[in-house]
C-alpha cells in the first residue's frame, strides 16, 4: 500500500486500496469462517462474519482516507 500515494490518479489509487481491503477481507473471512460454522450457532454466522468483514472494509478504508491523502 506505500506505493499507492505515489501514483498520480486518485481512481487509480482507489482501485488499488479497494481491491487490497477486498484481499484482506477474504483473508481474514477465510480464516474466520470455519471456526464460526463449527460452533453450530447460525445466529454467530450471519451476524459475525459480516460485522467481521464490514469491520475490516472500514479500517482498511480509514487507512487510506488518512494515511494516502494529500
Known amino acids: 500500500m506505500q506505493l499507492v500515494s ?22 481474514v473471512f477465510k ?18 462474519i459480516p460485522a467481521i468483514v464490514l469491520v475490516q472494509l472500514g479500517f482498511a478504508m480509514l487507512l487510506k482516507l488518512y494515511f494516502f491523502s494529500f
Request: charged content about 10%.
Open 6 to 27: 505515489v501514483l498520480p490518479n486518485t481512481g487509480l489509487q482507489w482501485t488499488v486500496a479497494i481491491f487490497a481491503a477486498a484481499l484482506s477481507a477474504l483473508f
Open 31 to 48: 480464516s474466520v469462517f470455519p471456526v464460526v460454522r463449527d460452533s453450530g450457532s447460525h445466529v454467530a454466522a450471519r451476524v459475525a
